[in-house]
Every structure is written in C-alpha cells, then in structure tokens.
C-alpha cells in the first residue's frame, strides 16, 4: 500500500476473512463487546478506498453528535494504522476526510433527517459514491428509514467496482428489525458461537424485473455474520477473565454480550422503549429528575438525568453517567458538570453516608423513599410510560434489554424481578418515587 510494506493479517487478526474478501450488496454483521467488528470494519474501508481510487465512503449513525467519537475516531485511527494517514486529511468542521492525492471523499452523516443524504454531491465526476457503513444500526428507529438511505448511492459505477452497504452493531434485542434481518436467515447458534466465535452465511438471490421496457435479472447477493469476543486475539488476560466471570454469573447477559445472541424477549419486563436522539425534545422538559444507585468495585455508581412528561405518559432519558471505583468525592466531582448546581438527586436510601458525603461535596443529594414493594411498584408505573432513551445511554440500553422477571422451573415468568442488569433501572427508579409512590 505504501513503500512500506504493511501485512493485512497482522492489522486486523483472524476470523473475518469472509467479510474482508466479499463484493455483494450488503453486509448485516452483528457482533458482541470485544469482537473488534467496528475497527475491522474501518480497516477495511481504508484499504478498499486505497484499492479503489475513484471510491467515496458514507459513514453514518443515527445522530449525528455520536459521528465524532465513533465512525470518524474508527477511520482516522484505521488510516493511521494502514500508514495512510499521509494521504488523508481528516478535518472536524465539516466532520469528513479528503484524500489529497485523489480527492476521494468520506462524508459523515446523521440519520436524523435521512433525505438531506440524498443531496451529497461529489463535485468531482471521477469519482463516485460506493460504500455505506450504518454504525450502530440497530440505533435506527425505522426501517425504511434504513432502506431509503440505502438507495443514496446508486448510479453507473466504474468497471470493476462495486457498491455494498456495511450494517454492524451489538445483539441488544431480538425485536429491532436489524436483528431480524439477519435472524431471520441465520439462526444464532450458541454451541458453533461458543467453539468458532462466529458464524457466518452467504445469501444469493436473483431479481427479475422491467428495466426500460424489457424484463432483466439481477443478482443480488448478502453477507449475514455473528461474531464475538472468541474472534479477538487483541485481548488480553483481563478482558478474558471479564468474560469468564460475566460467563459463571450472569450466563444470559453473557450470551448477549459475550457471545453475540440476540437479546430474548421472554421475560422481559420492558418492552416500552426506544432509542432516539432527546435533543430535539429538550426545550419541552419541564419535569427533569435525577437518580443515583451506588456502586464500587464489580458495580457501577449510575447517574441517570431525564424527563417526565405526566401528560403524554413519556419519560425522555438523556444523560447517564456510570463508572466503577469512584470515592464518593470522585463521583461528585464527575456528575456536578452535568447538571445546574443545586439540582437535585435521589439515591439509593440503603447508603446514608454516601448521601452525607455527596452533601459535602456539593452536591444536592437526598434519600429516594422506599414504601412497601416499591420495586414492584416503581417498575409497574415505569411499564406505563413509553421510555424514549438517548443513543448516548448506552448502560441504560443495554439494561432495558436485560432486565428481566424471575421464572419457575417450567420456564414462566414470576412477578419478581432478576437482581441484576438493573443499576441504571434503580436510578430511574429513585428519581420518579413521588410520581410513582402517589399514584
């Protein structure tokens, strides 16, 4: 690629030489925490736009805030490992990247508003709109907002080129419409997921339709792939023993994000829930609460930020902050710059300490009430909201696809709640207990 010689292999490991040699349409790739899909995705489409020179790449999220420290930090960092960095100039305002040889583009897109993609105009007529790469797609709300944005690139292409779109993201729930694109034709299957770390299929299928008067065939073809952390050698003994111990204690949560399966639906306590960007409904917040549930070592202290809209039943979640580890002073010095100052926060009542200490530490903290079965019924009034969560509440997401009632030994679910996947549903929790405890 360069004078210097660079090996692939040693770049992006082993496990996704299917994907990194396939020329169809369209990639679905599903894969866990630590199965190092997004940088084997962004490694590749630099190597693709070093190999085809008259290629441009779209890299889009659902919103556009989460493009800069996302497909953009992916890219650059791929470009720079490829030794190509020389080459590119990747600038901040307008987020995109520039070949300076070429003058190929990568544009950075939200979803947000789909129809502004298909106004992006390449000045240049050498060059031409290939590659789409749907980051974290399963934060797309609508399908056909999906397969719209698909249909941007579309024209004559250059001989031997070829167009593909690149879908990737984590296996949180198995009713989003991503997830049962690929599930669909390719049956998660824990056992080849546990020994090979992925599994992976081909679909071809050919088209026969009217083209300027005449019916034609087209060929069209899909790569479906699930893949997990047994996939990254990069890892090293700690991440291991993560997954280890995720494996021993929360075998389904490990399935999910250890292995790469699709969320199951059953038994879940919250199906009333999407992924939205909040933003857009921020200067209608009247009711802002905040909730923190304690953490140290193995769990996490979890802030929570959001709003009730009591009239239209709809709570908006868009801020969480949640880390491991943190002295109380440490936790308030990192929550204070996320909110107004005196605002206040309902924690968990079990640690009066803790809410002293956050006291002295400036931070507006009070008890959260506990009356009889309170959990029942803080998830029961929860259950009557529709709970809009930011793309950016990633600990919440990956809860609310969790979170789950207990079950008898015949499989069916009890009206007691798991006692796990639920810090940041606690901070929910803890700041709604007057709106839940007076109704």
């Keep these: 690629m360069n004078k210097e010689r660079i090996s692939i292999q040693e770049q992006i490991g082993k496990g996704y030489a299917t994907f990194w040699n396939f020329k169809g349409d369209e990639v679905i790739l599903m894969g866990s925490k630590g199965s190092k899909k997004s940088k084997t995705i962004a490694l590749r489409w630099m190597y693709l736009l070093k190999k085809y020179p008259r290629a441009c790449l779209l890299a889009m999220r659902d919103t556009g805030i989460t493009l800069k420290d996302s497909v953009y930090a992916d890219l650059k960092w791929a470009c720079k490992k490829l030794k190509l960095d020389k080459e590119w100039d990747f600038k901040l305002s307008p987020l995109e990247a520039t070949n300076k040889k070429t003058g190929q583009k990568i544009f950075f897109r939200g979803l947000d508003d789909w129809q502004k993609i298909a106004s992006i105009t390449i000045d240049d007529p050498n060059l031409v709109l290939c590659f789409e790469w749907f980051e974290e797609a399963f934060e797309i709300v609508k399908e056909e907002t999906y397969n719209n944005t698909r249909m941007c690139s579309r024209g004559l292409l250059p001989e031997g080129y070829f167009r593909q779109t690149v879908a990737s993201f984590n296996p949180w729930s198995n009713q989003h419409f991503i997830v049962k694109k690929l599930t669909q034709r390719l049956t998660p299957d824990e056992n080849i997921l546990i020994k090979d770390g992925k599994q992976e299929l081909i679909i071809e299928e050919e088209q026969e339709f009217e083209y300027l008067g005449k019916q034609v065939k087209e060929k069209t073809s899909q790569l479906l792939m699930i893949t997990n952390y047994k996939l990254n050698e990069f890892l090293d003994i700690k991440d291991y023993a993560a997954y280890e111990k995720m494996r021993k204690e929360d075998y389904e949560r490990y399935k999910t994000a250890g292995l790469g399966m699709p969320g199951i639906a059953l038994g879940l306590i919250f199906k009333n829930w999407r992924i939205e960007n909040t933003e857009q409904y921020k200067n209608m917040f009247e009711l802002i609460r905040r909730g923190l549930d304690f953490g140290y070592s193995s769990d996490p202290s ?138």
């Design 302 to 439: 979890c802030f929570l930020q959001f709003n009730v809209d009591t009239k239209h039943k709809k709570i908006y979640v868009f801020d969480e902050f949640s880390a491991c580890e943190l002295d109380n002073e440490q936790l308030a010095n990192a929550i204070r710059p996320r909110m107004p100052q005196y605002a206040l926060v309902k924690c968990d009542s079990a640690e009066p300490k803790s809410i002293a200490e956050l006291n002295k530490y400036k931070i507006n903290a009070i008890p959260a009430t506990k009356g009889p079965d309170s959990i029942l019924h803080g998830i029961k009034w929860l259950q009557g909201y529709e709970i809009i969560v930011d793309p950016k509440c990633k600990g919440l997401i990956e809860e609310l696809g969790l979170y789950r009632w207990k079950v008898d030994k015949y499989g069916n679910p009890l009206e007691i709640p798991e006692d796990k996947n639920n810090h940041r549903i606690d901070s929910l929790r803890y700041g709604s207990d007057d709106l839940y405890l007076a109704s």
